[in-house]
């Protein structure tokens, strides 16, 4: 089973560790392209800082962020799950599993990354800003510098099990699944129910979805269908509805 989870746009800095070495990174065919990206970004926030302000979509109190993607080769890292933070990641609350959901976490979960592709919760990187929808230089949009090696590696990692999707529209962009994968694969929705109303309401998308990726991985369940991950979420006390390749979750409350 492989689950895909997205990035988040804040992200911790951390205080010391080691500069990224790409070499270290899970996927390896990715490094060309995360190298290419690297050399790109630090370029650009190393000149006209406005203009890479524009470039990026930030706002007169992000200029840090500037200064960070500039010396990204010698910033210092740490686990990717500890770099990416927002609701999903805390109610996912990696830390606090035990050794052996920590484990499967490691070996099951992938988070979509606008600058490094794909990377494992384990992987040790700097904390960055570039956005699934950005452009670069002379290299145009992040999403086609992704396109062609993406889908491989999600095959690759994916096997002959399920692939869980949980990345929204903005990164599923970057690598969508190949036919036989998509067949296997499964994304997820939210709907907030009140008063029989039911709708998207993104803080309980987000908030609902690590509760359930933190279950799945303590339950130690393999589901290798999306009608046993329907039933599995359905034994740990979701309300679960199956339209076609998507589950619907409903909920009345976080």
Not at 49 to 65: D, V
Not at 102 to 120: K, M, Q, T, Y
Not at 201 to 218: D, P
Request: proline share 7%.
């Amino acid at each position: 089973m492989l689950i895909l989870l997205p990035p988040s746009e804040g992200k911790t800095r951390p205080a010391a560790g080691t500069p990224l070495e790409l070499e270290s990174l899970s996927f390896p065919t990715l490094t060309p392209v995360r190298a290419q990206l690297l050399r790109t970004l630090i370029k650009m926030c190393s000149g006209n800082p406005k203009r890479a302000m524009q470039a990026l979509g930030l706002g007169p109190t992000q200029a840090e962020a500037i200064e960070i993607n500039a010396g990204l080769d010698k910033e210092p890292t740490a686990r990717a799950d500890e770099i990416y933070t927002g609701v999903l990641y805390s109610m996912l609350d990696l830390p606090t599993l035990d050794p052996a959901s920590r484990a499967r976490a490691d070996e099951s979960l992938a988070i979509a990354s606008a600058l490094f592709g794909l990377v494992r919760p384990s992987d040790h990187i700097p904390a960055y800003r570039l956005s699934g929808d950005g452009s670069l230089p002379r290299l145009g949009t992040v999403a086609s510098r992704w396109r062609t090696p993406l889908p491989r590696v999600l095959n690759e990692a994916a096997g002959d099990g399920l692939m869980i999707d949980l990345r929204s529209g903005m990164y599923a962009a970057l690598g969508k699944p190949t036919a036989d994968l998509a067949d296997r694969t499964v994304t997820m929705r939210v709907l907030h129910e009140h008063q029989g109303v039911r709708k998207v309401v993104s803080h309980f998308n987000k908030a609902t979805k690590g509760r359930i990726v933190r279950a799945l991985l303590k339950s130690g369940a393999d589901p290798a269908s999306v009608d046993e991950l329907q039933d599995l979420l359905g034994e740990l006390g979701w309300t679960v509805e199956r339209q076609g390749q998507r589950l619907d979750v409903v909920v009345a409350e976080i």
